[in-house]
Nanobody, 124 residues
């Protein structure tokens, strides 16, 4: 079983940047796709970005493409989400998750393990 712990959230002004980290422990995540999701108050959890097992394929939600970058360091068992040009509508709790396979997918039910989340708040 793998444990995922997110960090790096916080309060930032619109236009600012944050870098989220997701550290995995318990076993390696190198064979699995990883994803970032977010959930705002009163809304469904939504896919933000995903990365294949080796990092060669990435996929982004339309709302963040061009502003966010997902990456991974399998040697450190860690996944990152660099968020630039942040907007107030990016405010949410951000979660990382491990996929069931090596291929990037976007549905929450295709992810087996989840972190506890980290709050990102963007002020206008």
């Amino acid at each position: 079983q793998v444990q995922l712990v997110e960090s790096g959230g916080g309060l930032v002004q619109a236009g600012g940047s944050l870098r989220l980290s997701c550290a995995a422990s318990g076993r390696t995540i190198s064979s699995y796709a990883m994803g970032w999701f977010r959930q705002a108050p009163g809304k469904e959890r939504e896919f933000v970005a995903g990365i294949s097992w080796g990092g060669g394929r990435t996929y982004y939600a339309d709302s963040v493409r061009g502003r966010f970058t997902i990456s991974r360091d399998n040697a450190k068992n860690t996944v990152y989400l660099q968020m630039n040009s942040l907007k107030p509508e990016d405010t949410a709790v951000y979660y990382c998750a491990q996929g069931r396979t090596a291929v990037v997918v976007t549905a929450t039910y295709d992810y087996d393990y989840w972190g506890q989340g980290t709050q990102v708040t963007v002020s206008s």
